[in-house]
């Protein structure tokens, strides 16, 4: 005999339909005449009909059987009898595919009573196998952040990316707890907190991490799961690294400050230049004097504050350069002759600091359209932070190669100095950022300008140890 079920369980059909959703197989429920009066998730997800293909279709859209949905359950009924349970039935899906199920049919007593056809064996259909491939995708190659967490405060799962960016070693932290995974960092500068565990959710919120190598800006989006129940499940982190839109964003911030900086340097500038022009002079016609009387001691003293007071005006200049670089006088420039002529100045402060200086390019370089004296005052000041950042001995190395892609020239200028930690590395073209003592900070904020303005770039790498400084132009 069917199996049925006491009256309590199947009072009503609110709670087969219920009940139905449960059930992990695929399950549909007709009623007397055949007609399919509800269906649950996996048989949807196994057939790839939409629920409303099949509720109030007759069943033979799924079973395609030759009889009545009475008739298919007796037959059931009578092959369980000899001993194979459950039997097997064929079924269709929506591409029209047949294959067969193991099957059984039960009558709950249910008003009106109905038939409860539960279909074990349902092929995955290809969406589930694409659902499959995609979350696979997702923690193997995409560029996309994902950690997994259970109720317990362990890794479930975490995509390759994170593992790469979070320094972790995907085999090792399966299954870990996130104290132990993350041991070593503070709870509160951690990207998976404990705290995703209880509710605290996270929507597009910008942080940044550091691991041993770089420092990254992420935009990190997390939920916490829960059950059926209502209780927490676990919960996910994901995150995408946006480093490259928040270093676009901070260059921006950086112009506009450029700008702002040049609009005071340009009014301030000349009211500082004026002044001292006049003390020049009169402190010259001192020194003339004192010289004269043979007034030696003044006379040194003269000295002094004339070079001091070129100091200034050169600052002031460089912060002029800022504001407003002279105009730019374009014209085709030969950087050969350009290096020809900064050459000593740089052999000769690099002999006082006992460092080598390797040109490499000699009569090697291309014309640019360019302005002479500028790039002359580019070129020299990277020089000079090599010198500056090597000390007493090393190498100051000048080299070139041809982006040949964007018809560029790019001027390498490289020293074996102590490098450019990562935290710095942002702010070097800030204007007044200085590490030295006795440092403006104008200098690269200059050179970029002047660079920028006759259409070229500067780059900058430092890995550890060691600085290169690429000046790229189109060049002829
Ligand atoms: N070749 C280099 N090696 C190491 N640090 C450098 C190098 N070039 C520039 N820097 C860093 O960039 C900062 C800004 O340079 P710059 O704008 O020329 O100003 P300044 O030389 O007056 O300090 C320097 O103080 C230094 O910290
Ligand atoms: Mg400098």
Same mark, same amino acid.
């Given at each position: 005999m069917g199996i049925t079920f006491p009256l309590d369980l199947w009072g009503s059909f609110q709670r087969l339909k219920h009940f139905m959703q449960y059930l992990p197989h695929a399950v549909f429920a007709a009623d007397r005449t055949g007609r399919i009066v509800e269906v649950n998730e996996a048989l949807i997800r196994a057939t790839g009909y939409t629920r409303e293909e099949l509720?109030?279709? !007759?069943f033979f859209q799924v079973l395609p059987y030759r009889g009545t949905i009475g008739q298919l359950h007796s037959e059931l009924i009578a092959i369980e009898e000899t &001993?194979? %349970? !459950?039997a097997e039935v064929e079924y269709r899906n929506k591409e029209g595919k047949l294959a067969k199920t193991k099957a059984m049919i039960v009558v709950p007593q249910s008003d009106p009573p109905l038939y409860m056809v539960n279909l074990f064996q349902l092929n995955r259909s290809t969406d589930d196998n694409l659902m499959e491939k995609v979350v696979d995708q997702l923690i193997t190659e995409a560029n996309l952040g994902v950690v997994v967490l259970n109720v317990r405060g362990c890794i479930v799962e975490i995509s390759q990316m994170a593992c790469r960016l979070l320094g972790l070693e995907r085999g090792k932290v399966i299954n870990q707890h996130i104290d132990k995974a993350f041991a070593g960092i503070p709870e509160e500068h951690?990207? %998976? *907190?404990?705290e995703l565990l209880e509710g605290v959710k996270m929507q597009n919120k910008a942080m940044s991490w550091t691991n041993s190598s770089q420092r990254y800006e992420l935009l990190v989006d997390s939920e916490t799961v829960y059950n059926e129940a209502g209780q927490v499940a676990g919960a996910y982190i994901l995150f995408k690294d946006v480093t490259n839109l928040r270093s676009l964003d901070q260059k921006i911030e950086r112009n506009d400050r450029l700008a702002m900086i040049g609009q005071i340097a340009a009014g301030t500038a000349h009211e500082i230049r004026n002044p001292l022009t006049s003390i020049k002079g009169f402190l010259q016609m001192f020194q003339q004097s004192f010289t004269e009387s043979g007034m030696e001691r003044e006379r040194a003293y003269t000295e002094i504050m004339l070079t001091e007071i070129n100091r200034i005006n050169a600052l002031v200049s460089e912060f002029l350069l800022l504001s *407003? !670089?002279?105009?730019?006088?374009y014209q085709i420039v030969d950087l050969n002759i350009v290096f020809e002529e900064i050459l000593p100045i740089v052999e000769s402060q690099a002999l006082l600091h006992g460092i080598d200086v390797n040109y490499a390019s000699r009569g090697q370089l291309p014309m640019v359209v360019g302005d002479n004296e500028l790039l002359k005052q580019v070129f020299l000041n990277i020089c000079k932070n090599g010198i500056e950042a090597m000390g007493n001995e090393g190498v100051l190395s000048i080299h070139h190669h041809i982006d040949i892609e964007r018809d560029l020239i790019s001027i390498d200028i490289h020293d074996n100095g102590p490098g450019i930690p990562p935290y710095v590395i942002d702010k070097? @073209?800030?204007? @007044? @950022? #200085? #590490? *030295? +003592? +006795? &440092? #403006?900070?104008l200098g690269l904020a200059v050179c970029q300008k002047i660079i920028h303005d006759i259409g070229g770039q500067i780059r900058v790498s430092s890995k550890g140890y060691g600085t290169t400084f690429q000046i790229l132009l189109p060049y002829l």
């Open positions: 509720v109030n279709h !007759p &001993g194979s %349970v !459950p951690r990207l %998976v *907190k404990r *407003k !670089p002279r105009d730019v006088q070097i @073209f800030d204007p @007044f @950022f #200085t #590490t *030295k +003592e +006795e &440092g #403006t900070g």
